[in-house]
């Protein structure tokens, strides 16, 4: 045998010990008392965890988009109602960052003490499902839009995204940034620079919801969406966990 | 975390540690409830050091109490279907320093990941892969002074 390949040294060691077989494993196994819930239902059971007002506040935020894009739609039929909802998208983001940054602020202890995933997997799990909620708000406006406007709904979706992802990538900046407990008010101020950018930007860029800019959009989103995939894995693994306890075992 | 699988590793591992396969399956047993009692450290990413420092430390307790009381003998059953080949290289396991045993233990027969190494033994990675090099090293020279080459 040639013992100069270290990778037969290592074979040769496993085999040496592999012949222990324990003899109590399966009944121990079967009797012990370990934590068995599946990471699908803690993934459901966290929306019970995002408190009311939140929902609450979406759907009138909802409602109060759909109203201001009807009224808008009376004006000009097409960028009056995109812009009304551009402007309104950054809202959105801000219900769920104040929903997040709540987690933050109290460390999610709350929910750590009684459950056995880490603070990063709550913090993702709750980003998540926030996130989910914002892109039904989305989808109801832009399908709302389709029907007011004669623009494509691939095109109205691009359009409320840009806003959308962008309002997320300068919260979870600013989140980063500041860890102090008035991170909501930063945030409500970025919100509402981006809803206001939203309802001057054709008169800064001319016909900037044709079809001839159409790819400069796109491209936004591609990139607004890394930075925000960056963002949030920087965030999720920053987010640590709790030392072990090794007195336990002393 | 395969439980079956790392239950099996954590008893290989304490059998190397107390060199009794009863009191090192009663051992396995212990760390794996006082690691199913802190539930709320099971899903931290650091579960596998966290298992083997809860054995490690009830292995060094164990010692603790019986070491001066009797005289430890080796009942672990490799001998089935053992070759000469297994022994000698078990005998060069053991001519280890124990550190070395462990990372030995840890990495090629349990699998351990050089991270989860690092976190249990409080080294950095560097400092584990180094002394991976020279168990490998040590291995090498006595297997080949026992003329397995």
Do not use: H
Request: hydrophobic share 45%.
């Amino acid at each position: 045998m040639n013992l100069s390949d270290n990778r037969k040294i290592v074979k040769l060691v496993k085999e040496s010990y592999e012949p222990l077989v324990p003899k109590n494993k399966p009944d121990f196994l079967k009797k012990a008392e370990y934590p068995k819930l599946s990471f699908k239902e803690f993934f459901i059971g966290q929306i019970q965890y995002i408190r009311l007002r939140t929902w609450l506040v979406s759907i009138l935020l909802f409602v109060s988009a759909l109203f201001i894009i009807e009224l808008s739609s009376f004006y000009n039929m097409n960028v009056s109602a995109i812009k009304a909802a551009s402007a309104f998208v950054p809202f959105f983001v801000l219900a769920a960052v104040a929903e997040t940054a709540r987690s933050k602020q109290y460390g999610m202890k709350e929910l750590e003490m009684t459950c056995r995933f880490s603070f990063g997997t709550l913090l993702l799990v709750k980003m998540i499902l926030l996130g989910i909620l914002n892109l039904l708000l989305l989808s109801g406006c832009s399908i709302f839009l389709r029907f007011q406007t004669d623009i494509k709904l691939f095109r109205i979706g691009i359009y409320l995204l840009v806003p959308f992802l962008l309002t997320c990538n300068l919260t979870l900046i600013l989140a980063s940034l500041f860890k102090s407990r008035e991170i909501t008010y930063f945030c409500g101020f970025v919100c509402g620079i981006v809803s206001v950018s939203c309802l001057f930007t054709d008169a800064l860029v001319i016909d900037i919801y044709s079809a001839k800019y159409d790819v400069y959009w796109l491209l936004s989103v591609g990139v607004l969406m890394l930075v925000l995939v960056q963002k949030i894995v920087q965030i999720i693994k920053n987010s640590g966990g709790i030392l072990w306890n090794l007195s336990l075992t002393g | 975390m395969d439980l079956e699988e790392q239950y099996y590793k954590i008893f290989r591992y304490c059998c190397l540690k107390v060199k009794r396969t009863a009191i090192a399956e009663d051992l396995t047993q212990e760390t794996f409830l006082r690691y199913f009692s802190q539930s709320t450290y099971i899903e931290l990413g650091k579960q596998t050091a966290y298992l083997y420092t809860i054995a490690r430390n009830l292995c060094n307790d164990y010692f603790s109490k019986q070491i001066y009381w009797e005289e430890l003998k080796d009942d672990v059953p490799y001998t089935e279907g053992d070759t000469d080949m297994k022994l000698t290289v078990r005998q060069a396991v053991e001519m280890l320093p124990k550190d070395l045993q462990e990372i030995v233990l840890l990495r090629f027969v349990n699998e351990v990941p050089v991270k989860d190494i690092a976190a249990f033994m409080e080294l950095s990675r560097f400092a584990v892969n180094r002394r991976i090099k020279d168990a490998l090293k040590r291995l090498k020279e006595v297997l080949r002074e026992e003329d397995f080459s």
